[in-house]
């Protein structure tokens, strides 16, 4: 049995294959943001859905296949292939690895570039292997052989870290990354503020996906250096002097990096002031801490609806999504 999805109705019957990478210690934060994008567990390291995301806005999502023909054999596949119409467009084939195989069932490198050539030899369009028009990706997963166009990652938060003002106690890019995507994982029509900003980290994340966010924070040291990170990367935003307990404004969404460091000590009082104040001004809320602080948030009348950790070593740290 194969089953064929038609090029001129991608958009309206969209299945699309994700594969997935992250490490041990992020493994409950790569959990909660597939659960934000998808609405389900991702139970292996490959995950299906009718939801598009482009696999840059996540540091976990690798690559992506929009499926247009599936089939139980690869046979069935190139039976398939032999039907697309490309017009005039160039192609390349590349044969995406299945991370959730066993070993046995693994193919070898020599084995997936025949696979890739035996493909692209019943494409009816030329081939170039260097600057195609269209990537198509082809791949083994469960049970079955899936074709279709092909989109990688490209791990924008790495070039992040080279940014002019840092802070060693500030959330690495990836955990930012993965944060602004539980917070917000559809940007249209969204507004966003960080109200605890620091350094930038988390606004140069958002800004970089086109989110609509403001920064700001209570420490006037700092804030020329988070203007210059965002303006370093190319990006622009609003970042301004003022206390979380003074916003006025309402937001769709808030993302607070509870400060706990030595230059940064608050008390209860001001924990209970601060989220009180988030209650105030956000629908939702996305707070990062490395203290408990259930309590805290439920009397100031938030609803926890999910969590994760996220770990560095011996450092752990708590992502808590209210609304």
Partial sequence: MTNKLHTNNLQTSNNYIYSCSFPEDERSLFALEMRTFFGKEAT?????????????????????????????????????????????????????????????EKEGFELRRTIEKDIGLHVTSEADFHNPDRLLGVMFVNGRWVFGDYVKNEPVWLHHQKKPHSYSTAL?????????????????????????????????EARSMGIDIVGSDRNYLILDGARENIAHFGLTGEVN???????????????????????????????????ASARRF?????VITVEPIDEILLTVGFTIVDRAVAKKRLFTREVIVCN
Avoid: W
């Fill in 282 to 286: 956000a629908k939702k809320v996305v």
């Fill in 44 to 104: 292996s390291n490959v995950l299906e859905s009718t939801v598009e995301v482009d696999p840059t806005r996540s540091p976990f999502l690798k690559e992506r296949i929009r499926v247009i023909y599936e089939g139980e054999t690869l046979e069935d596949l190139i039976n398939q292939v032999k039907d697309l119409d490309l017009a005039e467009e160039t192609f390349k084939i590349i044969y995406v690895k299945n991370l959730g195989l066993t070993k046995k």
């Fill in 241 to 275: 002097l003022a206390d979380i307990r003074d916003i006025t404004m309402n937001y769709d969404v808030a993302i607070i990096d509870l400060p706990y460091n030595l230059c940064s000590v608050i008390t209860h009082e001001e924990q209970i002031e601060m989220l």
């Fill in 172 to 204: 690495n890019t990836r955990v930012a990354r993965s944060v602004v995507n539980i917070a917000i994982p559809k940007t249209e029509g969204i507004k966003a503020i960080d109200p605890c900003c620091g350094i930038g980290t988390v606004l140069v």
